[in-house]
DNA sequence: CGTATTTGACCTGCGC
DNA sequence: GCGCAGGTCAAATACG
């Protein structure tokens, strides 16, 4: 995601002058030098040109720093974005209370989002006891997004541009908020999977788990711009990254309609 | 009537 | 081996 190339940071105050001119105070419209016949002084003409070019160099550089500053900006937002990524890829949300009273389908979780490949020999041992299906499920990319509602809205509803069929839902043990379970159903060979749950500390926080990756695009544009938000790039909608306790996450501010929609997160 | 959702039962893995 | 908890299945139900 390079935003300085999706954002043009330029005004354009320059490229094309002629554009300012129906913008001119109209003191001394052009009929008025025929009737005239250009009999003004050619002095106020030239002070009023003089002065005309002088803001016009003045826009033109204020322009130019303006672009700078913005490109440094957005610069420093990829810089910044990259670095989110790194420490997300380093430290996976491995502290979240959800995941650590039972560790159980933790590990592969963090090893996967670590890209550890590392074979302690335990590891081998457990992936030697593993099914395929278990080793292939170990190779499943997961990723965790939290969405902020309405605090009215009740539902377990993340709209992100697939379209889900609901598949269980359960009572953890550590949240009272039931843990609705997804699966895509879009393509019937997509093996992405969906956990969606109710923050502890915030009930009007949804936490998205995806499982897998999707084997076929989003869903039709008809539908995609019908929503609010579909799947949304990082940058085009509100969000806030967090590193707190509770491991690195992505909020989307779901309140707030974005300006385009498509957000891929690891 | 077809599709999506709900929900209780069942399966599986882990800790003791 | 047993119990617990998370995850999945599938019949029942709701809805358009």
Not at 94 to 105: G, H
Request: glycine share 4%; proline share 7%; with cysteine.
């Amino acid at each position: 995601m390079e935003y300085t190339s999706l954002v043009d940071t330029s005004l354009d105050l320059n490229s094309n002058p002629t554009h300012f001119l129906p913008l001119l105070p109209k003191q001394e419209p052009r009929s008025n030098f025929i009737e005239l016949g250009l009999k003004m002084s050619s002095c106020n003409d030239e002070q009023a040109t003089g002065a005309l070019v002088e803001e016009l160099n003045r826009l033109s550089a204020e322009n130019k720093k303006l672009s700078e500053t913005l490109t440094i900006i957005c610069d420093n937002y990829n810089v910044l974005q990259k670095q989110l990524a790194d420490y997300m890829n380093k430290n996976p949300a491995p502290s979240d209370t959800t995941y650590n009273s039972k560790k159980r389908k933790l590990e592969p979780a963090n090893q996967i989002e670590r890209g550890v490949s590392e074979s302690s020999s335990s590891d081998e041992d457990s992936c030697k006891n593993k099914p395929i299906q278990d080793q292939q499920h170990i190779k499943a990319k997961i990723s965790r997004v939290c969405v902020r509602t309405e605090a009215s809205d009740t539902g377990l509803l993340v709209k992100d541009g697939y379209q889900w069929r609901k598949y269980g839902q359960k009572v953890t043990r550590d949240n009272p908020s039931p843990r609705a379970y997804f699966k895509c159903s879009h393509a019937p060979t997509c093996p992405v999977k969906k956990k969606v749950q109710r923050s502890v500390e915030d009930q009007s926080i949804l936490v998205a788990t995806y499982e897998g990756e999707h084997n076929h695009p989003t869903q039709s544009k008809h539908e995609s711009l019908n929503r609010p938000v579909a799947t949304a790039t990082l940058g085009s909608v509100p969000c806030s990254a967090s590193l707190g306790s509770s491991g690195p996450t992505i909020t989307l501010d779901l309140t707030t309609p974005p300006k385009s929609a498509d957000v891929q997160l690891f």
